[in-house]
């Protein structure tokens, strides 16, 4: 394999609200340039992919949030950290349909929505740092 081109952490985190956005979305990212491919059955407006975009030396697939744990699990824990009386009501709220508009409606009434962002944010670009690191992909800081 030649040597790699980095990743820019912002095109993976450009991918993974893609890959969030729900539908057939797939993204990879090229070891060799540090370009991220994407695709979705129901879009016509991206690049064909590489013909060999099957070849896993070359290509890896990119995560989605449900493979980082940043969804339900990244809820909780910022309801334990950040707002410990709602816990059990976040709780709850996650063993229904619709939990993340009520989430968010909890955040917005304990104005803490902002601080949600924030703190999502960077763990999500935590979780892309480690899965960098375990698939041993070079970041561009």
Not at 48 to 70: C, F, G, M, Q, T
């Amino acid at each position: 394999m030649s040597e790699q081109t980095p990743a820019k952490l912002a095109d993976l985190e450009e991918a993974l609200l893609f890959l969030d956005a729900g539908g057939d979305a797939e993204a990879w990212l090229c070891r060799d340039t540090g370009v991220v491919h994407w695709h979705c059955d129901d879009a016509d407006d991206f690049e064909p992919l590489p013909d060999d975009i099957d070849d896993a030396e070359r290509y890896v697939a990119l995560p989605s949030k449900h493979d980082l744990d940043l969804g339900k699990p990244l809820a909780l824990e910022f309801a334990r950290t950040q707002l410990p009386d709602c816990y059990e009501q976040v709780y709850a709220m996650f063993s229904h349909r619709s939990a993340y508009a009520r989430f968010k409606d909890l955040l917005d009434r304990h104005d803490s929505l902002d601080t949600w962002h924030q703190w999502e944010t960077e763990q999500s670009r935590q979780a892309l740092r480690e899965w960098c690191a375990d698939n041993n992909i070079t970041l561009a800081e």
